[in-house]
């Protein structure tokens, strides 16, 4: 009988436990599998990225020598939908912060790396910014704030990376890394797309309360989340290889050792298991297991060669084009041609500013006028016969410098306003 109450008593405060504490879980591999059920050109795609990285891993061999930092425009994607969830900028600043410590080797807790593993911890040599120039050439902060009715958001169905379904849309993935936080559901943390996959759902997406240094979620406030599905996102695999407690799974990464399955907590060093049986053990405090935030200290030395790996094939267009992390120009657009739109007088005293578009455009045209700070100020739609001039009325303007943005079909022009008065 005792036993019995024993049991039950057990069975009560691991129920209470339950409810009481969230477990660490990703959501990359099950996104994954059910991006791959609904697309089945994508097992190719991944397998073509992964292709690609292997070659870019053998040049890397053969070229040793490439010391150059890369920086990564981010946009946080704010998606919220009270006080709680709209995080302050400051905020996401410590998350970029911390994620920049962490990839550059200076974060304090690699001091808590085992001694056998600290010659493995190095600079990766990857950094990030908050974007300072919009996918238009804008000046931006790097973050978008969307208020969204949704009370929960599921990996299965990426709403949060569409405006259409109360998200908010991604920015071009070949010029920036893309962060969603969210409420999001599932149990889960957080969860990343891996290379080769579509470009509309390209990016990471972390629960809010997991975001930021601090955060509010313990043991999951201190930023490391997003190092690990950043990690996903820079081709990395859970060390232990998602194989469900066998000894086959690869996370093809080399001085990581075989381990069975995913650690919780933040256990004492070493921990074996059958995979790796004798001291070291395993490498449980890799940012690519599951422990709590205060006991993950390292990426390996092949972990950063796989990332760079990335950045030198299926992601490189983010490497080389961007200029997101350089100040917007202050609006003048980084496309060609904008001296085609031609605007009358310029500068302008505050009356009437005459817009001629370019050649023998028919059709509606949305014009809109930004500050410097790339505040929208005024926005008209007009349909135009060829040769139509669009007067545009800026008495209620400041004198200052402006930017006027037309846009029609998939043309998309900007011209620098001066406003003398
Ligand atoms: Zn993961």
Redesign the pocket.
């Known amino acids: 009988m005792k036993k019995c109450y024993l049991l039950f008593a057990v069975a009560l405060f691991s129920g209470w436990l339950h409810a009481q504490q969230t477990i660490r879980r990703?959501?990359?591999?099950e996104y994954v599998e059910q991006m791959m059920a609904q697309d089945p050109s994508l097992a190719g795609h991944m397998e073509d990225a992964e292709d690609q990285l292997q070659q870019a891993l053998r040049d890397i061999q053969y070229n040793k020598t490439e010391a150059a930092v890369t920086t990564i425009p981010v946009v946080v994607h704010v998606v919220y939908r009270n006080s709680l969830d709209s995080l302050s900028d400051n905020r996401i600043q410590s998350q970029i912060d911390l994620m920049n410590k962490i990839f550059s080797k200076a974060y304090a807790d690699t001091v808590s790396v085992p001694a056998n593993w600290k010659s493995l911890v190095v600079d990766t040599k990857i950094q990030f910014c908050l974007a300072k120039q919009d996918p238009n050439g804008f000046l931006t902060n790097g973050i978008t704030r969307t208020k969204t009715s949704t009370n929960m958001f599921f990996s299965s169905s990426n709403d949060v990376k569409h405006t259409s379904t109360g998200g908010e849309d991604a920015w071009n993935r070949d010029k920036y890394l893309n962060i969603w936080t969210c409420n999001l559901g599932g149990g889960l943390l957080?969860?990343?797309q891996p290379p080769g996959g579509n470009a509309a759902t390209d990016g990471v997406v972390i629960l809010y309360t997991c975001f930021g240094n601090p955060g509010t979620l313990s043991p999951y406030d201190l930023g490391k989340t997003a190092v690990?599905?950043v990690?996903?996102w820079l081709g990395l695999k859970?060390v232990w290889g998602d194989d469900s407690g066998a000894c086959t799974g690869d996370d093809l990464i080399n001085d990581t050792p075989n381990q069975a399955g995913s650690t919780y907590g933040c256990p004492g060093f070493p921990q074996t298991d059958n995979c790796t049986n004798t001291s070291p053990g395993y490498m449980f405090m890799n940012y690519?297991d599951y422990c709590d935030d205060g006991c993950m200290h390292l990426f390996t030395k092949d972990q950063s060669t796989r990332m760079g790996g990335v950045l030198n094939s299926s992601r490189i267009l983010v490497k080389i084009s961007n200029p997101g992390c350089t100040p917007g120009v202050n609006g003048i657009s980084v496309i060609h041609g904008d001296e085609e739109l031609d605007i009358f007088p310029n500068p302008n005293t505050g009356g009437h500013l005459s817009v001629s578009l370019p050649g023998d455009f028919q059709g509606t045209v949305s014009l809109s006028v930004f500050n410097l700070l790339g505040e929208k100020l005024l926005e008209t739609k007009k349909t135009c016969n060829p040769s139509d001039k669009i007067l545009l009325d800026m008495n209620s303007f400041e004198g200052g410098v402006y930017v006027l943005q037309a846009r029609y079909g998939d043309y998309f022009f900007t011209r620098k306003i001066v406003l003398d008065k």
């Open positions: 990703c959501g990359t591999v957080g969860y990343a690990h599905e990690g996903h859970h690519m």
